[in-house]
């Protein structure tokens, strides 16, 4: 069975920082993988998605992941971080030809002044 | 376009009593999909519908939930009787015929006292 983890739960940074979410993930057959956004009080907001293709994504927000295959990995980055940043994100996996996405637990991003 | 719409946002309720939570899709999706919130055990897949036909239920905890999708606009999750351990955010998603960029609601804030 397919699971997610990720492997930090908060991360703090200062504004106009770089961050790295990290996020694993185990399948034993091909995935697409997902990075979704939760604002406070929100429902989730698909951030990026690697369904196939070039390994570097680039999503909403200026955010981007790599798909690693072999090290199982899809860590979320952004070069400068903005206040406006500060979230829960949401690593998330599908099976391909699956309907059904998991997801990890969550690290929330808190970006201080 | 209005994206996925729950009602009620926020529901108080006493243990043993009935609680139905709705959830409006986004026009011309074909999938439907109820997640629970926890701090405990994350974003966890309840059931979800395809063309108004539940698919998968599996993340179903127990007989007391129930969830029904009469029409393609129109879904419920039921819980009867309603039990404590209930308390969580309760979202509803929809996706196109990639089932997998799902647009997730609000959600609904559940607390059973």
């Known amino acids: 069975a397919q699971s997610v983890t990720q492997l930090d739960s908060q991360v703090p940074v200062f504004e106009e920082a770089p961050v790295e979410l990290r996020c694993n993930y185990s399948?034993?057959?091909?995935?697409?993988l997902f990075w979704y956004v939760q604002y406070p009080n929100q429902g989730l907001q698909l951030l990026l998605k690697?369904?196939?293709?070039?390994?570097l994504v680039k999503g909403i927000n200026g955010f981007e992941a790599e798909f690693n295959k072999s090290q199982t990995s899809f860590h979320l980055r952004k070069p400068s971080v903005h206040i406006s940043d500060t979230a829960e994100y949401f690593c998330?996996?599908?099976?391909?030809?699956?309907?059904?996405?998991?997801f990890g637990k969550g690290t929330k991003l808190t970006v201080n002044p | 376009d209005a994206g996925v719409i729950q009602s009620p946002r926020h529901e108080v309720t006493e243990m043993g009593q009935e609680v139905t939570l709705r959830c409006k899709p986004i026009?011309?999706?074909?999938?439907l999909f109820w997640y629970r919130q926890t701090m405990m055990r994350g974003l966890e897949l309840l059931i979800y519908f395809n063309n108004n036909v539940p698919i998968d239920d599996s993340g179903m905890p127990e007989d007391r939930f129930s969830a029904k999708m009469p029409n393609a606009s129109f879904s419920t999750l039921k819980i009867q009787p309603s039990e404590p351990r209930d308390s969580a955010v309760y979202f509803c998603?929809?996706?196109?015929?990639?089932?997998?960029?799902?647009?997730f609601g609000p959600g609904t804030r559940l607390t059973v006292t």
């Open positions: 690697y369904l196939s293709g070039s390994t």
């Open positions: 998603a929809s996706s196109g015929a990639t089932a997998y960029e799902q647009y």
């Open positions: 399948s034993s057959v091909s995935v697409y």
């Open positions: 026009s011309g999706h074909d999938y």
């Open positions: 998330a996996v599908s099976e391909s030809g699956s309907e059904k996405l998991v």
